[in-house]
């Protein structure tokens, strides 16, 4: 008496004859895209490895110290010589080249489309629903799509990070634009400065802290899809956790996920710190 009526909606086939014509109509630049993530990864993670382990902590000191203060950059240094210790340096570098790669990328397009947004209300209108179906989706979602247009490995891996680390970055560009003083962007005006000169030299300057506090969540929730990244093949820490799982071995779980713990402390108090020092100079001026 209570079953649903026999009535089937195609809907899904729909979605899967659409991602088949994407693939066929848009294969160049799938390939475009594959490879500038793959060049990015491997550059940055070059450029990290030629660096000696002790330079690394040394910058890592700095940065926490310059952000922080000298506690801080002590602390985060130790953090990373313990995931030196636990044998997993290697795997923290490809983490850390993953993110990064998947942060610039997400900035590149956000910050951008955030300040379209908060120029257009038509725009914003038609861009909302889709941030809210990025975020809202499960993670796992993102996967299927990744696999299909890049097969498996780290490039995979970042297309699924952006969908999901996008929205926050675009959001709070949109928010800090909206967000500035009216009376400061009249005077501007009045001066006679243009468009793209008050953007520029007004309402930018102004956001900045706020977008700042975007990019900060954009890193961390791109650092939250390391262990789900790696069900597609990605390496580094996540992939480590990832077999610590299917190996039902606790230690390396324990050291694997203590050490995404560690940089996730350190990348939220370095951004932090920096959106901190950007809204210390605006009060200053």
């Given at each position: ?233 990605a390496q580094g820490l996540g992939e480590q956790v990832l077999i610590s799982i299917n190996r039902i071995d606790i230690a390396l779980g324990f050291e694997a996920g203590i050490s995404i713990v560690f940089l996730a402390i350190i ?19």
């Amino acid at each position: 008496m209570g079953d649903f009526p026999d009535i089937q909606s195609n809907l899904g086939e729909y979605v899967s004859n659409f991602v088949d014509f994407l693939d066929s109509a848009l294969a160049g630049l799938f390939d475009f895209i594959f490879f500038i993530s793959s060049r990015t990864i491997n550059g940055i993670e070059g450029f990290l490895d030629f660096l000696p382990w002790w330079l690394f902590l040394i910058l890592i000191f700095l940065l926490g110290w310059y952000f922080k203060s000298v506690w801080s950059g002590v602390l985060y240094a130790f953090f990373i010589f313990l995931v030196g210790t636990f044998g997993l340096w290697s795997e923290m570098m490809m983490t850390i080249s993953i993110v990064l790669s998947a942060v610039i990328i997400c900035l590149v397009i956000g910050i951008p489309l955030g300040v379209w947004m908060a120029f257009s209300k038509g725009f914003s209108t038609v861009m909302r629903p889709i941030l809210d179906a990025m975020q809202t989706m499960p993670s796992f979602v993102y996967l299927i799509p990744a696999i299909f247009f890049f097969g498996l490995g780290n490039v995979s891996a970042i297309f699924a990070t952006l969908i999901y680390a996008l929205p926050p970055v675009i959001r709070l560009t949109e928010l800090a634009i909206r967000g500035v003083d009216p009376e400061v962007v009249e005077s501007a005006q009045s001066f006679g400065s243009s468009r793209w000169q008050m953007l520029t030299k007004v309402q930018l300057p102004q956001a900045l802290p706020t977008i700042m506090a975007g990019v900060n969540q954009t890193t961390m929730m791109a650092l939250a899809m390391v262990v789900i990244a790696s069900m597609v093949g990605a390496q580094g820490l996540g992939e480590q956790v990832l077999i610590s799982i299917n190996r039902i071995d606790i230690a390396l779980g324990f050291e694997a996920g203590i050490s995404i713990v560690f940089l996730a402390i350190i990348i939220d108090r370095v951004t932090g710190g920096v959106a901190d020092r950007f809204q210390k100079h605006r009060r200053a001026k």
